[in-house]
């Protein structure tokens, strides 16, 4: 059995991102990193991209998200977080970010690494993996 799910590239969010120096989920991060599993799509790396305190912090975080696997953010990855929206009706106000990281990453056959519930919501509409990371095993 695989750490992480079904061992599919888990695209980052900043849910997870900002959490992965916890004591609690720093060993399942460094796990997630070892395996070769996370992966990155541009709305992600962008909210990342904001946490930056420098350029010097910035080029690292760039050039390392940039290196990871990637889940673009194509016209039908946009058309398919409409619909998500659309699906969800009455629960539907989530922020733009999550619908597009998530249909990007159902896009691509990945799963989303996270710690925010909206992405739970959007699996069982998109169909991608939501693997959260405190709960990751």
């Given at each position: 059995m695989t750490l992480f799910g079904s061992g599919a590239p888990l695209v980052i969010d900043t849910s997870a991102?900002?959490?992965?120096?916890?004591?609690?989920?720093?060993?399942?991060?460094?796990?997630a990193i070892q395996a070769g599993l996370l992966a990155s799509c541009p709305v992600a790396a962008l909210e990342i991209l904001a946490s930056a305190r420098d350029e010097a912090e910035f080029d690292?975080?760039?050039?390392?998200?940039?290196?990871?696997?990637?889940?673009?953010?194509?016209e039908?990855?946009?058309?398919?977080?409409v619909a998500a929206?659309?699906?969800?009706?009455a629960r539907r106000r989530l922020p733009a970010a999550d619908y597009l990281?998530?249909?990007?990453?159902?896009?691509?056959?990945?799963?989303?690494?996270?710690?925010?519930?909206h992405f739970d919501l959007?699996?069982?509409?998109?169909g991608f993996e939501s693997v959260k990371?405190?709960?990751a095993s």
């Open positions: 991102w900002a959490r992965q120096r916890d004591p609690l989920v720093a060993p399942r991060w460094a796990d690292v975080l760039d050039t390392s998200l940039a290196s990871l696997p990637q889940a673009p953010v194509t039908t990855v946009c058309r398919a977080a929206s659309r699906q969800l009706q990281i998530a249909a990007a990453a159902a896009e691509r056959g990945f799963g989303v690494l996270h710690e925010d519930r959007l699996a069982a509409v998109l990371l405190s709960s």
